[in-house]
């Protein structure tokens, strides 16, 4: 099973400002199997990217993935307020898919 | 535009089974995996279980398999989530969620709204 660590566990941002969030993967994680997904309290997570880099559909420009192997980014630029969540990586490479723990982006 | 709706959650004792279900509509059912996925109270996400388009294959989390049946009806529309033997870590909001492959696993490009199962005694 391939665990998904992120980090860091907590983040605390004003709005305008531009944050970095890491997902690193217990082993390699084949094609670029990594998924992002943004979860506002008491809603279903909503996809952001897939292939590491992907954007889904909707998603504005200011969300970029990066990254491949074991070690993937989350870039958001310009923090709006409506981007203050949980955000979490998926792996999708390989049974059983496996969540990282998740990363919370709170107004500071 | 796709619509996911879950239902059949509710609060079991330990030990006991619930069947859940998720009606999808605006897509073409039958041409897509679909998986089920959890989230205890106020802790992260946990995948449980996915089924090919044409239910051929399922694949489970270790922490279900043996106890959860993951099936589908492409002539209703509906996937189900069939839970025996409940331990109260059972305990979640469980989300069923569209695969945008059909055949392989891949991630979940939509998500229905979620509905709780409580296991207590």
């Known amino acids: 099973e391939i665990v998904l660590t992120q980090s860091p566990g907590t983040l605390s941002l004003s709005p305008g400002e531009t944050v970095t969030l890491f997902c690193r993967a217990s082993?390699?994680?084949?094609?670029?199997?990594l998924a992002w997904y943004q979860q506002k309290p008491g809603q279903a997570p909503r996809l952001l990217m897939y292939?590491?880099?992907s954007r889904a559909t909707a998603i504005p420009d200011r969300f970029i993935g990066g990254g491949s192997g074991s070690d993937f980014t989350l870039t958001i630029s310009r923090l709006e307020p409506e981007d203050f969540a949980v955000y979490y990586c998926?792996?999708?490479?390989?049974?059983?898919?496996?969540f990282g723990g998740g990363t919370k982006v709170d107004i500071k | 535009q796709v619509q996911l709706v879950e239902s059949g959650g509710g609060v079991v004792q330990p030990g006991g089974s619930l069947r859940l279900s998720c009606a999808a509509s605006?897509?073409?059912?039958?041409?897509?995996?679909m998986h089920w996925v959890r989230q205890a109270p106020g802790k992260g996400l946990e995948w449980v279980a996915f089924?090919?388009?044409?239910?051929?294959?399922?694949y489970y989390a270790d922490s279900v398999k043996g106890r959860f049946t993951i099936t589908r009806d492409n002539s209703k529309n509906t996937v189900y989530l069939q839970m025996n033997s409940l331990r109260p870590e059972d305990t979640a909001v469980y989300y069923c969620?569209?695969?945008?492959?059909?055949?392989?696993?891949?991630?979940?490009?939509?998500w229905g709204q979620g509905t709780l199962v409580t296991v207590s005694p």
């Open positions: 605006g897509f073409t059912f039958r041409n897509y995996g």
């Open positions: 292939g590491a880099s």
């Open positions: 089924m090919r388009y044409d239910g051929s294959n399922k």
């Open positions: 969620a569209k695969d945008p492959n059909g055949y392989n696993w891949s991630y979940m490009d939509y």
């Open positions: 082993q390699s994680v084949g094609s670029s199997s």
């Open positions: 998926l792996h999708y490479g390989n049974s059983p898919l496996t």
